[in-house]
C-alpha cells in the first residue's frame, strides 16, 4: 500500500508544472506528428505540417528538412541555424506539437493491466505504470525497458525502490513509441538479448548464469557467450558486471544482457 500511495504522489507531481513542460521539451518527434513553426516577423514563413514516412518535413524557402526522431529544441536549432545561412538576419523561430501521433508501448510483467498501450503524446514510465493500473504487490525491485535504437536492441534497468521510496526521478525516463516494458518479480531474474525466449525466470537458491539461460531456451547461433553482462543494483546503485562466466551466481532483479556475436 506504502508503494502504492508514492506511486500516485510521484505521478501527480511529475504530470503537472515544471516537471510536464520538461517532458514535453524530451520528447521525439516522428512520422504522423503535427508541429506548428512560427517565424517571428515572417508571416509568409509561419507553417502547420505534418512529419512524412520517411521523417521529414516541407518549409517555405528551405524545402524538404529531415527531423525525425529530434526533440522540439533540436528541429528549433535546425530551422534557426537553416533559416540564417543566407536567408534571415537573426531569425527567431518557435516550434510546437499541435498534434501527436499514436504509439504502441508494451507492458508486460507485475503490473495490474499488461499489455499493448496505445497513447497520444510523451509520457514519462511513471505514468506509464500508473496507467496500467500500478504495480502487483509482489513486484520486484527492477523494471526493463527494450528499445529499439541505430538498428540494434538497447536494454535501459529502472531501479523501482531508488524511483518510488526515495523519488528519484533520473529514473523516471520518457517512454518512446515502440518500447517493451517488462516490471519484474520478487525474486525473479531478466534476461535479455540472444537467447531463445528472452524474459523473466526464477533465480533464487543457487541461481546461475547458465540456468537462466537454461530456462529462456538456450543461446541463439549469434550469442557471444564470452561476453555477458550483468547490470545489478549495488549499494542503491546501478552497476554492470562485465564479462561474466556461466557459472557466475545471480541475486534477486538481476538483468542479464547476452551480446551478439560479431564474428
Known amino acids: 500500500m506504502k508503494r502504492a500511495i508514492t506511486l500516485m504522489i510521484l505521478v501527480f507531481i511529475f504530470s503537472s508544472g515544471i516537471a510536464g513542460s520538461v517532458l514535453a521539451d524530451d520528447y521525439r518527434t516522428g512520422p504522423g506528428d503535427v508541429l506548428k513553426i512560427i517565424v517571428y516577423d515572417n508571416d509568409d514563413l509561419t507553417a502547420k505540417v505534418r512529419i512524412s514516412d520517411a521523417g521529414t518535413i516541407v518549409m517555405p524557402l528551405l524545402g524538404r528538412i529531415d527531423i525525425n526522431k529530434l526533440t522540439i529544441d533540436q528541429i528549433t536549432e535546425k530551422i534557426t541555424r537553416l533559416l540564417a545561412d543566407g536567408y534571415l538576419v537573426n531569425p ?3 516550434v510546437f506539437v499541435e498534434e ?3 504509439k504502441k508501448v508494451v507492458v508486460l510483467g507485475n503490473v495490474r493491466r ?5 497513447l497520444t503524446g510523451p509520457i514519462t514510465f511513471l ?13 520486484g525491485d527492477t523494471a526493463t525497458i527494450q528499445r529499439k535504437e541505430d538498428g540494434g536492441e538497447k536494454v535501459i534497468v529502472i531501479d523501482l525502490r531508488a524511483l ?9 525516463i520518457v517512454i518512446q513509441d515502440g518500447d517493451t516494458v517488462f516490471v519484474s518479480k520478487a525474486g ?3 534476461i535479455t538479448g540472444e537467447v531463445n ?11 546461475t548464469v547458465l540456468k537462466l539461460v537454461a530456462l529462456s531456451g538456450g543461446f541463439t547461433g549469434k550469442a557471444s557467450k564470452s561476453g555477458i553482462n550483468i547490470v545489478r543494483i549495488i549499494n542503491n546503485k546501478k552497476t554492470v558486471i562485465e564479462d561474466v562466466d556461466l557459472s557466475t551466481p545471480l541475486v534477486d532483479n538481476d538483468v542479464v544482457v547476452v551480446p551478439e556475436s560479431f564474428f
Open 164 to 172: 518510488i521510496e526515495r523519488g528519484d526521478l533520473s529514473q523516471n
Open 188 to 190: 525473479m531474474c531478466f
Open 127 to 139: 505514468e506509464l505504470i500508473s496507467r496500467s493500473g500500478g504495480l502487483e504487490k509482489d513486484a
Open 92 to 94: 527567431q523561430v518557435n
Open 100 to 102: 501527436y501521433r499514436s
Open 114 to 118: 499488461p499489455g499493448i498501450t496505445e
Open 197 to 207: 525466449s528472452p524474459g523473466t525466470y526464477p533465480c533464487g537458491d543457487k541461481g
